[in-house]
């Protein structure tokens, strides 16, 4: 079992940076890929960006590509959503999530089996 805690949402100005982190639980986080969704009111939930379980190999969806850079530090258990060039557009709940049986490609939420509860992203314009 992984518990997953993101932190560091908040309200940022458009054009701002902000960084989201997301600390986990448990032994066998550096076997997970991980990934970033985020779901805005009225909207499906979507991808962002996943990190393989080794840090080698990161994925971006082509909306936050340029913008935004994950990384991850497995001697502290975290994962990290870099933001910058923030739009109005992004402002959603930015959940992380682990997926135990991937390397940390998969843009399909399905293929994760930890989530987070979600931290709020407010870009005002």
């Known amino acids: 079992q992984v518990q997953l805690v993101e932190s560091g949402g908040g309200l940022v100005q458009a054009g701002g940076s902000l960084r989201v982190s997301c600390t986990a639980s448990g032994r066998t986080f550096s076997r997970y890929g991980m990934g970033w969704f985020r779901q805005a009111p009225g909207k499906e939930r979507e991808f962002v960006a996943a990190i393989s379980w080794w840090g080698g190999r990161t994925y971006y969806a082509d909306s936050v590509k340029g913008r935004f850079t994950i990384s991850r530090d497995n001697a502290k258990n975290t994962v990290y959503l870099q933001m910058n060039s923030l739009k109005p557009e992004d402002t959603a709940v930015y959940y992380c999530?682990?997926?135990?049986?991937?390397?940390?490609?998969?843009?399909?939420?399905?293929?994760?089996?930890?989530w987070g509860q979600g931290t709020q992203v407010t870009v005002s314009s």
């Open positions: 999530a682990a997926d135990s049986g991937g390397d940390g490609s998969s843009r399909d939420s399905a293929e994760y089996d930890y």
